[in-house]
């Protein structure tokens, strides 16, 4: 785990070793709202999962799924499928990817319970200016290998700090 700032407390209760724990979250396609199982992506590639916070909310989250939307060919050669969640509704998502071009799928954790699940829940959201917005996803970080293992965790303690993707790519490399 890797850590920019002390400013916001965080729990992280996954870590490198453990079996990443499965969900089913919804994605909006061209077709429709679609389920995503992550027991159903096991086995077929590695999986890089990136929690942001928010849609809309600025540069940030919107400047690190246009990166990586950008560079898919290189997780496309590393045998990756990357996946972004956000609490958002997946309509949300689905006019945020559209406006800023982002070509990654995106699931819909409307409830929290992924973001939970992986520990990576603010209590407080933005405490400096009075938001109390709990079970946002601070900015994580996950790789998880062919057999569902993680191999890689980082969580952001600030929702500016963007993820080591070069550090993602190279876990990438060694599996």
């Known amino acids: 785990m890797r850590s920019t700032s002390n400013e916001l407390p965080t729990t992280m209760s996954i870590k490198v070793g453990d079996q990443a724990p499965d969900f089913t979250l919804v ?3 061209p077709d429709g709202p679609e389920l995503v ?31 990586v939307s950008s560079s898919m060919a290189d997780y496309d050669s590393l045998d990756a499928k990357v996946l972004g969640i956000s609490g958002d509704n997946p309509f949300a998502q689905e006019a945020w990817a559209e406006k800023e071009g982002i070509t990654l799928t ?24 009075n938001l109390i917005m709990g079970g946002v996803a601070k900015r994580s ?27 993602i790519k190279s876990t990438l490399r060694s599996l």
């Open 27 to 29: 994605t909006k396609t």
């Open 37 to 67: 199982s992550l027991g159903d992506l096991i086995g077929k590639s590695n999986i890089v999962l990136l929690f942001v916070p928010m849609a809309f909310t600025g540069g940030c989250c919107t400047t690190e799924l246009c990166d």
């Open 106 to 129: 995106l699931l819909s954790d409307y409830d929290h319970a992924v973001t939970a699940a992986y520990g990576v829940a603010y209590e407080q959201f933005l405490p400096e200016k």
């Open 141 to 167: 970080a996950f790789v998880i290998d062919k057999a569902g293992i993680i191999q890689y965790a980082e969580v952001q303690e600030h929702p500016k700090d963007m993820p080591d993707f070069e550090a």
